[in-house]
């Protein structure tokens, strides 16, 4: 979803006759998103850029096209290229996001593996690639929660979402280093609730469903199965685009889920219900 489209929906109407335009609702907020240059990091880059947020598109790849984007629909960006597995590459990120915005309120642990890697019996999974999956989807979340903290403490809270998978939910086979790792997401976000709850950070998941984004389009072949089954296994039987996580971390990000932490949601057309 592009910027100015979603800020031109922030209206209510209150009567028939008069319409009051409200102020976005995460106005003043700064959001560092992982992996924000492609996917389902771009729309919550995006997304997050519309509901009024200052965003710190952090990637591997460089992620200016996606700030400049959020300058082009009237936002607030900073585009910084670090790798979520480097510990100084996180603290980095943050310390120029804190220079350019003057803190952080919102952190998106999205970047990951999923669609490169091999789709088959566990016997068959590379080692390095199970590295690999841990490595991005385990510990880039760690350390790049662990280089925000105190950026979210010095606010006195915030919020932390974590991008999870069904998969991890489901137990789904063939893909046993990726499952695992979101099963590692989970139990992280489980564990730092309730380690930050006192610091009033709120540490919650969104677990997608398959989704197609740029890294599945990039490897039709990997994922060609799970795309063809993905829609009739679900209540509503379509394609799940990156829009469609965007609620969702939006939610989690803002003042409706202050008492919510801990948690995780599911998003995938209803095809897991838990
Ligand atoms: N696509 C799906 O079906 C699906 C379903 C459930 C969950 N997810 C999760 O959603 C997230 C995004 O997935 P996607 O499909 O949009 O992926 P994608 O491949 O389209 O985009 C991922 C982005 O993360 C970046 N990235 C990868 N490794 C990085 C690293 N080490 N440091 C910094 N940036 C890095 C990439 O450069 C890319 O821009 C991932 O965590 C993925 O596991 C995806």
Known sequence: M??????????????????????????????????????????????LAAAGCAVVVIDRADPTAVAEEIAAGGGRALPVTADVTVEGDMRAAVD???????????????????????????????????????DVNVLGTFLATRAALPALRARGGGRVVNIASTTALKGTAFLLHYASSKGAVLAMTKALARELGDDGILVNAVAPGFTVTSGVESNPGQVAGMRDRAPGGRVLRREMSPDDVVGAVRFLASPSSAFITGQTVVVDGGAYFH
Not at 15 to 39: D, F, N
Not at 111 to 128: C, H, K, Q, R, W
Request: proline share 4%.
């Open 2 to 47: 592009r910027a100015a489209s979603l800020k031109d929906s922030v209206v209510s109407r209150c009567a028939a006759t008069e319409c009051i335009v409200t102020q976005p609702e995460l106005s003043g907020q700064v959001a560092l998103v992982t992996g924000g240059g492609a996917g389902i990091g771009r729309s919550i880059c995006l997304d």
């Open 96 to 134: 120029s996001a804190t220079a350019e915005f003057g803190g952080i309120d919102v952190l998106v642990n999205n970047a990951g593996v999923f669609a490169s890697l091999t789709n088959g019996p566990f016997e068959e999974i590379p080692v390095d690639e199970w590295r690999l999956a841990m």
